[in-house]
């Protein structure tokens, strides 16, 4: 009995939002392309892409204070979220496109409008705050940014916050009305139901054992059918690697040099979800806080108002968990199982310098549920046990890579990884993640496809006016395509949810 055997010139491993990104992107400028997509569990964007696994935010940097440092001057450094910013301005513009082109439906599903709100305690908080808002306000990005230290304008941003609070010591916030919920399951599943309608064939329960390179420079994967147990066998001269957790794994097993010297650090993320809806009323933003001290980026509080099923809820996190495992349905042994001869020093080396990351690992899992709300109630003073689950999210793997700043460097970013030819890329890390998908695979079109890219172009274009262009440098273009990508989303046009 003969295995299937097929040929295509894209394989996609992962059904999840980057995947899915890619997809639609490439079907877009290539239409004759054979695109093949295999996921090894029944269903799309039920790992990372999850609306409950992951924040749900619109990362814009509008909130999120680990984006602007504060230099040793006491200037505010915001190269990086002038960046981020940009970056989630390519994915509304590709989202918008999609929606006008009526390629998806109805955009209320998966984005809504929501105030982004950062908010800090003690007077060197409020000041670093201060100096925040005045470099950010300065760039067109960031227009429409508010700061207020007035409790009783706090009381209107954020009432359920401000709420039987004994205000003892300095306290601020920024709101910025143009932040954004997304629910990057409800958008993954509609992209790759998309995709199934152009012809890219859809493969759930199909699990990737090996990739190989075969000798006339393509790509050959050997599949398990987890269906009926069969090993099958698909070949393709590029193969993007989209499994979230699972990504590291995958990469190594191609061999590439470029694989080398990588390791891998798994956290779980832990919510808290209300189950009052009452205490769902009372507030309507996305507010973020300050890390801990030794916490990692992706670890920053923050309460957030969330559509899920269209419906309104709210979540407090994430606390830090700790599991051996890459992915939520992932194996016990994932993480000894990615150390290897070329990458232990590496891992060891990260270990050696993250003490402090370890401590704070071992004091977050250690926590019981009422430490959880001690630390929900710096949000809520009057939080009750009662009115809130836990709920474990998705795992996040943070690569470990030599670099520049010494061996087994922790990396919290989203970090793409191809070989010399560009025939293989891999997607591996968290924070911002979804936010960037658009982004992201712009600059693996760079790398893997450089001989099409000038041909693309024009289409790219059609796709995301902004493309090749920089938003801060051209403020005429950044207004015409806020105005443009909120009408066709429907953001402008919703009905405010008043508290």
Request: aromatic share 6%; charged share 25%.
């Amino acid at each position: 009995m003969s295995n299937r055997q097929t040929k295509s010139d894209v394989i996609l491993i992962g059904a999840g939002i980057m995947s899915a990104t890619l997809g639609t992107m490439l079907k877009e400028l290539a239409p004759d392309w054979k695109i093949t997509l295999f996921e090894k569990l029944d269903k799309a964007g039920e790992e990372s892409s999850h609306e409950l696994n992951n924040a749900g935010t619109g990362h814009a940097a509008l909130c999120e204070l680990n984006y602007t440092s504060e230099k040793a001057d006491g200037s505010i450094d915001i190269t990086k979220a002038v960046k981020v910013n940009e970056q989630f301005q390519l994915s509304m513009q590709f989202w918008s496109h999609l929606v006008d082109k009526k390629l998806i439906k109805n955009p209320e599903q998966f984005i809504m409008p929501l105030p982004h709100m950062s908010l800090v305690q003690g007077e060197d908080n409020v000041t670093y705050l201060k100096k925040r808002v005045e470099a950010m306000t300065a760039n067109p990005l960031f227009e429409g940014m508010e700061f207020s230290e007035d409790p009783e304008k706090l009381k209107e941003w954020i009432p359920l916050i401000m709420k039987n609070r004994q205000v003892n010591e300095s306290i601020a916030a920024t709101k910025i009305d143009s932040g954004t919920d997304v629910n990057f399951g409800a958008l993954t599943r509609m992209l790759i139901e998309h995709m199934n309608k152009v012809d890219v064939e859809i493969n759930y329960g199909h699990q990737v054992e090996d990739i190989k390179r075969t000798s006339d420079g393509e790509w050959e994967l050997k599949i398990k059918n987890n269906q009926d147990g069969k090993l099958e066998y698909h070949k393709a001269k590029f193969v993007f690697i989209g499994g979230g957790g699972g990504s590291l794994p995958l990469l190594q097993k191609t061999g590439i040099p470029e694989s080398k010297h990588i390791g891998g650090f798994p956290i779980s993320g832990i919510f808290m979800v209300c189950k009052n809806p009452d205490v769902i009323a009372q507030h309507h933003a996305k507010v973020y806080g300050k890390a801990k001290v030794g916490a990692p980026p992706m670890s920053v509080p923050h309460l957030d108002t969330r559509y899920i099923d269209n419906e309104k809820s709210l979540l407090f996190g994430p606390f830090a968990g700790f599991s051996p495992k890459f992915l939520k349905t992932g194996s016990m042994l994932d993480l000894i199982g990615s150390v290897k001869p070329n990458n232990v020093t590496t891992m060891l080396a990260c270990g050696a310098k993250n003490m402090s990351l370890t401590k704070y690992l071992i004091e977050q899992v250690m926590q019981t549920k009422e430490q959880r709300m001690n630390e929900l109630r710096d949000f809520i003073p009057d939080a009750k046990s009662e009115d809130w689950d836990l709920w474990t999210a998705g795992q996040r793997v943070q690569v470990i890579k030599d670099t520049e700043n010494g061996k087994g460097t922790l990396q919290f970013g989203t970090e793409l990884v191809t070989d010399a030819d560009g025939s293989v890329a891999a997607l591996l890390g968290a924070s911002p993640g979804a936010s960037t998908a658009v982004a992201v695979m712009l600059d693996l079109m760079q790398k893997c496809f450089p001989e099409q890219i000038d041909e693309w172009e024009p289409r790219l274009k059609e796709m995301i006016p902004s493309y090749g262009k920089s938003l801060v440098e051209n403020p005429e273009l950044l207004k015409e395509i806020h105005a443009s990508t909120a009408k066709t989303l429907g953001l402008t046009e919703k009905e405010v949810v008043h508290n």
